[in-house]
């Protein structure tokens, strides 16, 4: 048997030795030996590096008028990269449609597009935030206006990693959201909308903050370096708290290949908030939220580490089955608040009594890749970032593309 199907079946073995909620009463045994199977460490393959990619983020979407600042000179470019406007420095600048064009501070411009380029390495100001790189400006046939953020990947991810991760977790942890950042984000470029969204249908980018010359340093510390599973760019999903053991992508996002993405137990995160965590409903709201007239048990079907995977919902009439996630969408989607809404779709119903439906649960967001507490506490216990990346995206290969 070769070492990597030795390592497979003995954590498949793990894995199903991990029960609904056992997981923080397994053995510390048990725990050495989920630690000795899961941390090898990825190595990266011969590096075929290329230029390093720009990407778009988009800032803001359907305004009336842009203010921006830039403490320097500037100058406006149009799409041929044409000089169209500059400036020696740009107190409050202020852009809206204008005819079929554009108006910077009275100036009217011709193009329903302008690039915003520092000379030197100042930044734009943009609603109380600092951004690297250029600001694009589009107008669309009414005249509302898009603003996107133009900047390299590196730069990009300096802005993402404090907004992604707390600033107080072990830098080796915070190395490892970096790559599973950059890594997402290399995906991204290669799958739809060109824009990256500035917020957690993306990632979360806050810019150039007041932390961005440490945040720099950190990502500049796995620089170019990505995942790839089957010599493909990985969708590098991560989150926040697995509760215990991660699941396999396909099984919360459908199509999505398994390699470098397949479930492993976690039981790092447990100094997470969300670790273990209990909601209440009545049942005349499940009910309401789920399209059901009432609600007389959830039945719950798990995976191999007791995930859940789906919900069936019984009525005192119809019933139905939800995909674990599509049953937490519909949850939240009822709540008014986030103290309301159920962290992850890791739960059951502890009990339905006439008057609420008590449901346990463990973790915080999908639970697919990169369990955020978890690199947290494998930092601690003096892992470094390679060891963590070679955990939850077992099976993936490091290399380093620019
Ligand atoms: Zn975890």
């Given at each position: 048997?070769?070492?990597?199907?030795?390592?497979?079946?003995?954590?498949?073995?793990?894995?199903?030795?991990?029960?609904?909620?056992?997981?923080?009463?397994?053995?510390?045994?048990?725990?050495?030996?989920?630690?000795?199977?899961?941390?090898?460490?990825?190595?990266?393959?011969?590096?075929?590096?290329?230029?390093?990619?720009?990407?778009?983020?988009?800032?803001?979407?359907?305004?009336?008028?842009?203010?921006?600042?830039?403490?320097?000179?500037?100058?406006?470019?149009?799409?041929?990269?044409?000089?169209?406007?500059?400036?020696?420095?740009?107190?409050?600048?202020?852009?809206?449609?204008?005819?079929?064009?554009?108006?910077?501070?009275?100036?009217?411009?011709?193009?329903?597009?302008?690039?915003?380029?520092?000379?030197?390495?100042?930044?734009?100001?943009?609603?109380?935030?600092?951004?690297?790189?250029?600001?694009?400006?589009?107008?669309?046939?009414?005249?509302?206006?898009?603003?996107?953020?133009?900047?390299?990947?590196?730069?990009?991810?300096?802005?993402?990693?404090?907004?992604?991760?707390?600033?107080?977790?072990?830098?080796?942890?915070?190395?490892?959201?970096?790559?599973?950042?950059?890594?997402?984000?290399?995906?991204?470029?290669?799958?739809?909308?060109?824009?990256?969204?500035?917020?957690?249908?993306?990632?979360?980018?806050?810019?150039?903050?007041?932390?961005?010359?440490?945040?720099?340093?950190?990502?500049?510390?796995?620089?170019?370096?990505?995942?790839?599973?089957?010599?493909?760019?990985?969708?590098?999903?991560?989150?926040?708290?697995?509760?215990?053991?991660?699941?396999?992508?396909?099984?919360?996002?459908?199509?999505?290949?398994?390699?470098?993405?397949?479930?492993?137990?976690?039981?790092?995160?447990?100094?997470?908030?969300?670790?273990?965590w209990t909601k209440t409903l009545t049942p005349g709201e499940l009910a309401r939220r789920v399209g059901l007239?009432?609600v007389?048990?959830v039945?719950v079907?798990?995976?191999?580490?007791?995930?859940t995977?789906r919900f069936d919902v019984?009525?005192?009439?119809?019933?139905r089955?939800f995909a674990s996630q599509e049953f937490r969408r519909a949850w939240n989607a009822g709540a008014t608040s986030e103290a309301e809404k159920l962290p992850s779709a890791w739960a059951r119903a502890?009990?339905v009594?006439?008057?609420e439906i008590r449901f346990e649960g463990?973790?915080f967001g999908h639970?697919?890749?990169?369990?955020?507490?978890?690199?947290?506490?494998?930092?601690?216990?003096?892992?470094?970032?390679?060891?963590?990346?070679?955990?939850?995206?077992?099976?993936?290969?490091?290399?380093?593309?620019?």
């Amino acid at each position: 048997m070769r070492a990597s199907e030795l390592r497979r079946r003995l954590s498949a073995l793990v894995c199903r030795a991990l029960a609904w909620f056992a997981v923080p009463r397994r053995s510390a045994a048990l725990g050495a030996l989920a630690a000795a199977v899961s941390l090898t460490v990825v190595r990266c393959s011969s590096p075929r590096t290329t230029s390093m990619p720009e990407v778009q983020v988009l800032l803001d979407r359907d305004v009336s008028t842009v203010d921006l600042a830039l403490d320097g000179a500037y100058r406006v470019v149009d799409e041929g990269g044409g000089t169209v406007a500059e400036g020696r420095r740009l107190a409050a600048g202020r852009l809206r449609a204008a005819g079929s064009g554009l108006d910077l501070n009275g100036v009217v411009l011709r193009q329903d597009e302008v690039l915003l380029q520092p000379l030197d390495d100042d930044r734009f100001q943009y609603k109380g935030k600092s951004y690297a790189g250029d600001l694009r400006v589009r107008r669309d046939r009414t005249g509302r206006l898009e603003v996107t953020n133009v900047v390299d990947i590196e730069e990009y991810l300096a802005g993402v990693l404090y907004s992604e991760m707390p600033a107080s977790f072990p830098d080796e942890a915070l190395k490892a959201q970096a790559v599973a950042a950059r890594t997402y984000a290399r995906w991204r470029l290669g799958h739809g909308d060109p824009l990256l969204r500035a917020t957690d249908a993306d990632q979360v980018y806050g810019g150039a903050s007041s932390r961005h010359e440490r945040a720099r340093e950190i990502v500049a510390a796995t620089s170019g370096l990505v995942l790839e599973a089957a010599g493909q760019p990985l969708c590098a999903y991560f989150m926040s708290t697995c509760g215990g053991a991660t699941v396999d992508a396909p099984l919360i996002f459908t199509g999505t290949p398994i390699a470098g993405l397949a479930g492993v137990p976690c039981e790092w995160c447990r100094e997470s908030p969300k670790y273990r965590w209990t909601k209440t409903l009545t049942p005349g709201e499940l009910a309401r939220r789920v399209g059901l007239k009432d609600v007389i048990a959830v039945d719950v079907e798990r995976d191999r580490a007791g995930h859940t995977i789906r919900f069936d919902v019984r009525s005192s009439g119809a019933s139905r089955s939800f995909a674990s996630q599509e049953f937490r969408r519909a949850w939240n989607a009822g709540a008014t608040s986030e103290a309301e809404k159920l962290p992850s779709a890791w739960a059951r119903a502890l009990d339905v009594t006439r008057g609420e439906i008590r449901f346990e649960g463990a973790g915080f967001g999908h639970g697919v890749g990169l369990c955020q507490y978890g690199a947290a506490g494998l930092a601690k216990a003096g892992k470094e970032w390679r060891e963590i990346i070679a955990h939850y995206y077992r099976g993936a290969q490091l290399v380093k593309r620019w």
